[in-house]
């Protein structure tokens, strides 16, 4: 059974880091493009990363570069995001989603209409604050 599972999120000050997890089961992560999103209450989803199947192709949103970095581990079938210098405006749900790739494409996009709907976590809350 396909999943995949967010972890590492939690209550962090302004200036602080967190990295978070998307762990993945029932398929192998090779034939996989992957993306963080998030959700703010109130507001859209947002695409925040994407990262190819090969590692070679990433993409931030203007929101985060130089602060987040995405990284892949395949042999874990475990994809990161560490965020650093965290803004109260950071505060959301965040989720990480697959979309079936050929191995080694190039290919990953930061729009969640790409993610089909039987491949996206559950989510793990950010909440940055003083």
């Known amino acids: 059974q396909l999943q995949l599972v967010e972890s590492g999120g939690g209550l962090v000050q302004p200036g602080g880091s967190l990295r978070l997890s998307c762990a993945v089961s029932?398929?192998?992560?090779?034939?996989?493009?992957i993306g963080w999103f998030r959700q703010a209450p109130g507001k859209e989803r947002e695409g925040v990363s994407c990262?190819?199947?090969?590692?070679?192709?990433?993409t931030y949103a203007d929101s985060v570069k130089g602060r987040f970095t995405i990284s892949r581990d395949n042999a874990k079938n475990t994809v990161y995001l560490q965020m650093n210098s965290l803004k109260p405006e950071d505060t959301a749900v965040y989720y990480c989603?697959?979309?079936?790739?050929?191995?080694?494409?190039?290919?990953?996009?930061?729009?969640?209409?790409?993610?089909?709907?039987?491949?996206w976590g559950k989510g793990t809350l950010v909440t940055v604050s003083s």
């Open positions: 029932g398929f192998t992560l090779d034939y996989y493009a």
């Open positions: 990262i190819s199947s090969s590692g070679g192709s990433i």
């Open positions: 989603a697959a979309a079936p790739v050929t191995p080694g494409s190039s290919w990953c996009s930061p729009s969640h209409r790409y993610y089909g709907r039987d491949y």
